[in-house]
């Protein structure tokens, strides 16, 4: 009874175990992403047991990672499954965000232009904020708002020149400088005259001026009385010197920015209208921008329905008013990021475009991006899908058998069956359709039937279809000891790959260090082992072709305060400190190593051979650390963690008499600290 009773306490123990370390990823994972760093949240979001991965939690933060990593389908996928398994409730569900997220999916695959966005190359981003572009001359000349360092106060407006494919360092325009607050919205047409928001008067609040240019310098800016109020009225947007769109809290309570439009008329601006409801809310509307084709108009707005603070939509004109507009449509993840995106402006030839972001990924508070506006065209569809693929059983031999399928082409069903050859494979055209099904029946396997479901605008669809023998079953077993052969209590994680979706297995070794797991028949499997105390192991394994049953023992390597580690398989470029790609599969794991020992400082120290002056190899091993310091850094180690120390060839590992043992000498060592 006693041993029955100690046993389901194991049982129970190991369950909380599971939990934690669950829990634990997902945390990581979440804190991850709200920083930023979507590839490490994705990385420990996987890491979360298939157990707790079933829940409406994890669906959505899964989507929203992917949404960060411009993985468009599993992010839509994702969310579907947030919507429709957990009656999820979030914004991103929205019938509206879903179909951008879905076009996003396609302008990737099927733009006439790579459909992405690029921080503008050269020297106008900073650390402070960029905003507001216009741009001139062909291209050629940007004129922007920044809080960037000046002779002058506050937000002041510079100009850009693009040269050699890259944007020079910017200068302010004095004359529209001041120690207050001013930003241009937009020029005229013959680029005499800057539409401007500022306090030129003095004032607390924010107006509307112009400037004219004359003899190559900008006058005094001049406010525009019949657009002014004892509220802030900025970004003002002109088109054709005949129509003016502007922001201004001149409404309401005065706590939210609306969009506002005056026509010239008789030689003054008219009395400023709101726009329609379409575009207005009770939240704010910001930065108008209406396209060169008249028709269109951008705004940025943070209370639609969007990814994050401020979003940009598009709105075409509804009738002869300029205050009546269509439903805005957002313009998409592609464009939009979960901080603020504003400010966008569409250059004379419809391609080009730029805006204002704070993303992630950012230089500065607030930087400025390009758009191809061609990222929007698609390609046309198609008439005909060429179907083709192979078959394989799971010991990943070639299987030759009947395969029969089924569509519906403008409502009307349609079977054909084809035979795989051979080397199992097979080939044959349809009409286009958007999902296909498969049917294999073949009594040496257990029978299969499965869904496609066809992306727009594929000509050719590839598919692999595996079929799974009777009574096949994998056997991975072994232990887990430490380097004096004790066993070792701890979890191991196993990640593989079976018909086409990733699975997750935590095993648990017992007090003898044993484990034992049961699997599908598979040709590759990774594994990872993270224990505190220990340095982790993060590795794959091929498993040969027909062989059913595996013993893979592990030996983990205590950590010791105050001893030696290599790290090893750390390159670096040619008699340079900059880490070669091929580092960063070692790095990973030091990194895993680190944050499951959180308690625990490292000493990260680098050695040379003896080749070379003593300076120079001191100085060297130095930035060799440091660079293996800065990777385990941007992946999330704490800067106090670590004690970074170059020590040249002054502690050689064996003597420098050979190029085999020089070789050994050049190393990063890692000490645990006491």
């Excluded at 997220?101 to 190359?121: D, L």
């Excluded at 030689?267 to 060169?292: C, R, V, Y």
């Excluded at 080939?427 to 029978?447: G, H, M, Q, W």
């Amino acid at each position: 009874m006693k041993k029955i009773i100690i046993w389901l306490m194991m049982i129970l123990l190991c369950q909380i175990v599971y939990a934690q370390n669950s829990d634990r990823s997902l945390l990581t994972a979440r804190n991850f992403y709200e920083n930023g760093n979507y590839t490490q949240a994705l990385s420990s979001i996987q890491r979360v047991d298939a157990v707790n991965q079933n829940n409406a939690e994890y669906s959505l933060l899964r989507a929203k990672i992917n949404l960060g990593l411009h993985n468009y389908n599993n992010a839509y996928n994702w969310l579907l499954k947030f919507k429709n398994e957990y009656n999820g409730q979030d914004v991103l569900i929205d019938e509206h965000i879903l179909s951008t997220i879905k076009q996003a999916i396609e302008y990737v695959k099927y733009s006439k232009v790579k459909a992405s966005v690029n921080r503008i190359p050269g020297r106008v981003s900073s650390i402070h904020s960029e905003y507001a572009p216009i741009i001139t001359n062909n291209g050629n000349t940007m004129i922007f708002g920044s809080d960037r360092r000046s002779p002058f106060g506050k937000e002041n407006i510079f100009i850009s020149y693009f040269i050699n494919d890259s944007w020079v360092a910017p200068i302010e325009i004095r004359e529209l400088c001041t120690d207050l607050n001013e930003t241009v919205g937009s020029i005229s047409n013959d680029q005499n005259t800057v539409f401007l928001s500022g306090q030129y008067d003095g004032k607390r609040v924010s107006n509307i001026f112009k400037a004219e240019l004359s003899n190559n310098k900008w006058t005094n800016p001049e406010i525009i009385n019949t657009l002014s109020s004892r509220f802030n009225d900025i970004q003002p947007f002109v088109y054709n010197e005949e129509v003016m769109f502007f922001a201004s809290n001149r409404d309401g309570d005065n706590s939210a920015y609306d969009i506002f439009v005056s026509e010239f008329r008789n030689g003054q601006w008219g009395t400023p209208q709101k726009l329609d409801s379409n575009i207005n809310t009770n939240g704010h509307e910001i930065t108008p921008f209406l396209a060169p084709d008249g028709e269109t108009l951008y705004f940025a707005s943070d209370t639609h329905k969007g990814f994050g603070g401020f979003d940009i939509f598009r709105a075409k004109k509804d009738g002869n008013s300029w205050t009546q507009w269509t439903t805005p449509e957002n313009l998409g993840p592609i464009v939009n990021s979960v901080k603020d995106d504003r400010y966008f402006f569409v250059c004379e030839d419809n391609i080009n475009a730029y805006f204002s972001s704070n993303r992630f990924d950012g230089l500065g508070l607030e930087d400025i991006y390009h758009f191809d506006m061609r990222s929007f065209d698609l390609e046309p569809a198609i008439e005909e899908i060429i179907v083709k693929g192979f078959v394989v059983d799971n010991n990943d031999e070639r299987v030759s058998t009947n395969i029969r399928w089924s569509y519906i082409v403008k409502n009307l069903p349609n079977e054909i069956v084809v035979q795989s050859n051979a080397n199992g494979e097979f080939s044959f055209k349809i009409e286009n359709t958007d999902k296909l099904n498969y049917f294999v029946a073949d009594k040496r396997y257990n029978p299969l039937e499965k869904e496609l479901i066809i992306p727009e605008r594929t000509p050719e669809l590839n598919v692999v279809i595996t079929l799974e023998r009777y009574l096949n079953i994998l056997e991975i077993s072994g232990n887990v000891m430490d380097s004096k052969s004790t066993p070792i209590e701890t979890d191991i994680m196993w990640t593989y790959e079976f018909n086409n979706e990733i699975a997750n297995i935590i095993v648990t070794t017992n007090e003898q260090g044993e484990y034992q797991i049961s699997l599908p028949v598979i040709s590759n499997i990774q594994y990872n082992i993270d224990k505190e105390g220990y340095l982790a192991i993060d590795n794959s394994m091929q498993i040969p072709a027909n062989e059913l049953k595996i013993n893979m023992n592990f030996i983990l390597t205590e950590l010791v305060a105050g001893e030696e580690y290599d790290i090893a398989d750390i390159e670096f470029e040619f008699d340079s400190a900059k880490l070669k790609p091929s580092s960063f599969e070692s790095l990973d794991q030091l990194v895993k190593t680190m944050q499951n020992n959180p308690k625990v400082n490292f000493s990260i120290i680098g050695h040379t051979d003896n080749v070379g002056a003593k300076e120079y190899n001191d100085n060297l091993s130095y930035q060799r650390a440091m660079s293996v310091a800065n990777y385990l850094i941007e992946n999330g180690i704490n800067r106090n963690r670590l004690n970074i120390e170059g020590k040249g060839f002054s502690e050689p590992k064996v003597p420098n008499d050979s190029e085999e043992n020089r070789a050994i000498n050049r190393r990063v060592v890692m000490i645990p600290q006491e």
